[in-house]
């Protein structure tokens, strides 16, 4: 049974750091692209970054860049996303999903996601 478990949010003051861990269990991370999204209340969800194992390519969406860091525990079985210099706008809901052996931009490829974990960024 493939399932994915997400964990390390909480709230955090601007400018600083979280790392999320994405646990994956049912399948093997070396065969699979994982990619995270965030939806803020009131917003569609939008992906933040994935990273393909295919070819070990990385994306990020344009505002986290040289700020978010995805990567992969493949012995683990984990993904994370390392945070760094968080902003406001920064604060939603971050969800970890896989799809097949290639990162894709639509959400409606990914076919297993997990429950959440929540990130609010405020004084």
């Known amino acids: 049974q493939v399932r994915l478990v997400e964990s390390g949010g909480g709230l955090v003051q601007p400018g600083g750091s979280l790392r999320l861990s994405c646990r994956a269990s049912?399948?093997?991370?070396?065969?699979?692209?994982v990619a995270w999204f965030r939806q803020a209340p009131g917003r569609n969800r939008e992906g933040v970054t994935c990273?393909?194992?295919?070819?070990?390519?990385?994306y990020y969406e344009d505002s986290v860049k040289g700020r978010f860091t995805i990567s992969r525990d493949i012995a683990a079985n984990v993904v994370y996303l390392q945070m760094d210099n968080l902003k406001p706008e920064d604060t939603a809901t971050y969800y970890c999903?896989?799809?097949?052996?290639?990162?894709?931009?639509?959400?409606?490829?990914?076919?297993?996601w997990g429950q959440g974990t929540q990130v609010v960024v405020s004084t």
């Open positions: 999903a896989r799809t097949g052996s290639l990162c894709a931009i639509d959400t409606h490829k990914y076919g297993y």
């Open positions: 990273i393909s194992t295919k070819d070990g390519s990385e």
């Open positions: 049912g399948f093997g991370l070396q065969s699979f692209a």
